[in-house]
């Protein structure tokens, strides 16, 4: 329970039912001072497990660590002044203005930063004095950013911080949330389902599909560890099933995504990207 | 309550930006003679219900509840925003009445009119007023945390014409607003204590919920 | 010091700045005593991730051209010529690692392997 804790986030066999949905045996570390990636489809259960990190939704089953404290203990609440979180669905009230955000989150977060705040505001090109109505898509999540940054957090939790906005806009964000791990205290979990940002600023990837954590792992180790085959159908035979995480078959020959060590160097293999390793998994339904 | 003050102004910030005519319309009220004023008292407990209603629509309280707010400060605040935009109105009604019976006879040299009369009975009628429409806030707030935004509106409505059908006969007795004060206060004080606690448990019920 | 990630290429992104590094420690351009930028100002500055970076360092940490001081950062280690054939060795004994690797699958004797060598030896 030291403050200088290895995990950011520590989940333990997290499990929580609704309707018919079910987030299943969820268990994942998001060491201090990196950048983890959740990946998942829309209903994957990304959401779901953003608000029981949180603890605003009651959970089945299972054990979270946050910042070293369970958040089920009463000094969670007070740790909420170390976290920034940015929610795509659901966010400041319109009819504010930046200036009027940091009067009232000034009044909120113990460690509120206006200064930071006003320079965040400039850097972004924000109208401090424009109601939030008025903002663009890619404004109103800059704002948001900036509200979850002024507090000067030692976790970001962002859930779909990139979704909507145009290429440049996209780019910003994810610098300000690499140059916010500089400090080697600071770490972040953002979910997205553009694998592509993930896949520039983060250490770890997390894949959720319908409500199972299918892998955690290094980036780099997913890269490394798979790889593409491509082959006619004919010759399929000869590569060993419990080396192939997913195929598809088109009408000139085999598409297989295997896993690198389990098969002999000989195979011509391609070179993968993350896309490619999600969207394989996510067709193989996780065959082991 | 931490972080009371920064929600408190929130609402007031959402006040100035969407309710200008509506309480300017209020102010005019608690200017005019006779029962009116009781309008603006009674109205300016909807306000808070008007606020929750807008944040819903954004999602706000679901970013709210992962922001260092407890629970209690977020459910209480709405209470106290409707005791204090009440207080007010009640407080601006009595200034009002009497500013006139210091300055009409200055100005025409005449007596004031009935109406317009500065009296013990009407600053008793208008606290009366004011605990009324405190137990009004107290009944309505968790049919609002429970019910959501448009079904607790229509709630108000009704409990509003259920208030009004019970004080219509109450009027016609011959008890004196007076005497009535000590109960009203009783009845507002339990039902606001009991609003509140049963709002808190109905608040982490639908966000936990959901 | 420059360092181009390419995205595209097939080798991977620790390689890259392994390969890179080592280029400007042989060359000279990086010369003994130069304090690196630290593992993690290296990754934000490059955008990629913290751990690829650390695994580039680890690796040349191994092979001895870069040292690390507990608490001050990394350093350029004394050139060692020694070093870099040892290098260049282990490179070699790993791409025959493949070709043995390949030559088992496509059943080729050692005597038809060796073979193989000689002629290619012959045409260089």
Redesign the interface.
Known sequence: MSETNANAIKVGHLTKSYGNFTLRDVNLCLPT???MGLVGENGAGKTTLFKLIMNVLERDEGKICVLGHDNLSPEFGDLRNDIGVVLSGAGLPEYLSPRQVNGILRQTFRGWNEAYFRQLMADFKLPENKTIKEFSTGMKMKLAIAAALAHNPRLLLLDEPTSGLDPMTREDI??VF??F??N?ANSILISSHIVSDLE????YIAFLHEGRLLFCE???RL??DYALIKMPAADFAVVPPGAVVSLRREAYGVEALVKKHDI???FVTE?TTLEDIILFWSKGGGAQ | MNGMKGLLLKDFYFLQRHMRVYLLLMLVFVLLPGAMPLMAVIYSVMLPITVLAYDDNAKWPELAAMLPLSTRTLVFSKYLLGYLLSACFVLLAVLARAAYQVGWPLVTGGPVDNDFAFSGDFVSFMLLIWLGSLALLALNLPLMFRLGAEKGRLAFVLTLGVLFGISIPLSSLPIPTGALLPGVLLVAVALNAASYLISVRLYDKRLRAA | MDIIISNAA?Q???EQIFNQMKQQIISGKLSEGDMLPSI??LA?DL??????TK?AYDELEKEGFIYTVAGKGCFVAEKNLELVREGNLRELEELLR?AD??AA??NISDSELMEMLHLLRGEN
């Open positions: 001072g990196s950048i994810l610098a690499n140059d791990t500089r080697p520039k600023i983060c250490d290094e980036k780099d890269l490394e002999n160097p000989s070179h | 097939d991977p992104i620790y993690r100002a934000k955008k990629i991730s913290v751990i690829t695994r493949r690797a390949l699958g496509l």
